[in-house]
């Protein structure tokens, strides 16, 4: 799945057997996933000479010029929404594949991006219960009902905009609230603009969840039929 050349052509047959599970449950939106590999792997042969190396040096060290090649030339990557007459857009995939180089680099080498604090946190399901839990973001009473009763969300729905769009302007406020203590604090040894961004901090709210993932059980997270998470 890392060749191009293979990926641009993968059959559903093929790409049923490699996504499936450990039950008789297929992988939901099957015919989207494959048509955005197809879809990726022809652009990268046929512009960026089958790397998506090639797409990150182009951008010259700007995870926002990289976040532009990202939804420009790959559809899939597309997470935008109308919401009262504005376009939204949250790009989740696009920020944590910008965000997983910048961290598996060490903000070195082809991670290092001298404006990676323009790439805000990764808007899906899980940040969003983790900032209710400590009551940074509240849900209405007829959300939380909707929540428990498991029903569904529709994507770019009223109510899953809300939910993504305020995690991400949390998580701002958190960044912003955090990097205050630090430069007050004289003691740490830490730069606030360099050591903490929206990257570390879903991070750690991402790692949090899952090693407390039974005290936050009663706290129901949206469900969403989506390829953009």
Sequence with gaps: MWDPK????????????????????????????????????????????GTFVEC???????????LQLIIKEFESYRDEADYEGYRISIYKRAQILIGDIWACFEG?????????????????????????HYGTMRYSDSLMSKLKSDEPLKQGSREEVEIRTCSIEAVEQVRNEVRRLIAANSK?????????????????????????AQELEH???????TIYY
């Design 6 to 49: 293979y990926y641009s052509q993968i059959t559903q047959q093929d790409a049923d057997i490699i996504f499936r599970g450990d039950n008789e449950v297929k992988i939901p939106l099957i015919h989207d996933r494959i048509k955005g590999l197809h879809e990726a792997g022809k652009v990268l042969l046929h512009k960026y000479k």
């Design 56 to 66: 990150i040096k182009s951008c010259k060290g700007s995870a926002e010029k990289l």
């Design 108 to 132: 070195r080498g082809l991670g290092e991006f001298h404006d990676i604090d323009s790439i805000a946190m990764f808007a899906d399901y899980r940040i969003p219960q983790v900032l209710v």
């Design 188 to 212: 740490l040894d830490l730069n606030p603009s360099m050591d903490v961004n929206a990257i570390v901090i879903d991070h750690y709210l991402w790692d949090y969840r899952r090693e407390y």
């Design 219 to 225: 706290i129901p997270f949206h469900k969403t039929r």
